[in-house]
């Protein structure tokens, strides 16, 4: 019997859909717990080629979530074991593993060979550098992004707004999984509906997921979703760039402490405060404002933009 007999016999796939799967090829960024359903879910369904990014090894403190590993696992790269796992699952489709983070120098190489685009990363910095990249090449993306006990997912770029459209200014919070928490069940719902977008999207499906977000509160079993489809992109946005990309011309700004950050980011880097950038002389140089996640800096950007003429962009050490 065929593998894909049962998903083969709804009129939505038949031979002809299955065939669109075969031919898909789809790039991952992130092979943690929001990965840990979509990689699953996409390989049974028979995706033909799917690339795995993501540069950081198995933890004790993750397998709640990320399911795809074991105790065994810990302290080997993730996109070895998440690899090996869907290698097991279906011999038939071709798995690339790719042990890097992404950036803003490497993501257009990525995105390029991709169909589609899975934003699984927990990084503020990594999902709008996949949405710029995604805006600028025409790709489309599926992102997600799951905090204690509430998530969305949502189809961005390839023809629909960007994720900048729908989230224009920096998150209000800085909480992440690491600092607030974050219930296994809640990242397993919004993986799977991550993959089940993909799928329609492969499949050709309408309405399309491309320029739908759907919300889910796992606290009251609640979900909501609404199209963005005529959302305007903005008309002003800070650009992520790796500090492989500063230049000796950009005035760069750490932002971190030396007890956070004993080394700065760029041997021409400072450290300064708000109050003396905004008195800064030359505000016509290119301001790089240099953080962990992009966060702070991004928050310090917006603060800055009234009184600095020029370019300003962020670096995020994470991702650098």
């Known amino acids: 019997m065929n593998r894909y007999t049962r998903q083969m016999i709804l009129p939505e796939v038949g031979a002809e ?16 717990g929001l990965a840990a359903p979509v990689l699953p879910l996409l390989v049974g369904a028979g995706v033909g080629h799917l690339t795995i990014m993501d540069r950081d090894e198995v933890a004790l403190s993750n397998l709640h979530r990320q399911t795809l590993f074991t105790e065994a696992d810990s302290g080997r790269p993730k996109v070895e074991v998440a690899a090996d796992r869907c290698r097991g699952l279906n011999g038939e489709v071709t798995i690339s593993a790719v042990k890097q983070a992404l950036t803003s120098e490497n993501a257009p190489e990525f995105v390029e060979q991709a169909d589609l685009i899975l934003d699984c990363a927990d990084s503020y910095a990594a999902s709008y550098i996949l949405s710029d990249t995604c805006l600028a090449l025409g790709k489309p993306l599926i992102s997600a992004s799951v905090l204690g006990l509430t998530g969305y997912v949502g189809g961005f770029c390839g023809g629909a707004p960007s994720l ?22 809640v990242v ?55 500090s492989s990309q500063l230049m000796d011309g950009d005035l760069i700004v750490e932002l971190r402490g030396p007890d956070e950050a004993p080394d700065l980011v760029h041997p021409n880097a400072r450290r300064a405060s708000m109050q003396d950038l905004k008195s800064e002389p030359n505000k016509r140089k290119r301001l790089a404002l240099c953080c962990a996640t992009g966060l702070r800096a991004w928050r310090a950007a917006e603060e800055m933009q009234p009184d600095w003429p020029g370019e300003i962009v962020l670096v995020a050490a994470s991702t650098s």
Do not use: W, Y
């Open 17 to 32: 859909g299955q065939a669109r799967l075969s031919a898909a090829r789809v790039l991952v960024v992130g092979a943690g």
């Open 164 to 185: 900048r459209a729908v989230f224009p200014d920096a998150p209000d919070s800085g909480a992440s999984c690491a600092t607030s928490g974050v219930l296994g069940p």
């Open 188 to 242: 397993g719902m919004i993986g799977a509906m991550q993959a089940q977008m993909a799928l329609n999207l492969i499949l050709g499906l309408q309405p399309s997921p491309l320029g739908q977000m759907v919300q889910v509160d796992a606290r009251t079993f609640r979900s909501t979703a609404f199209r963005f489809d005529k959302t305007p992109e903005p008309a002003r946005h800070f650009s992520f760039i790796s």
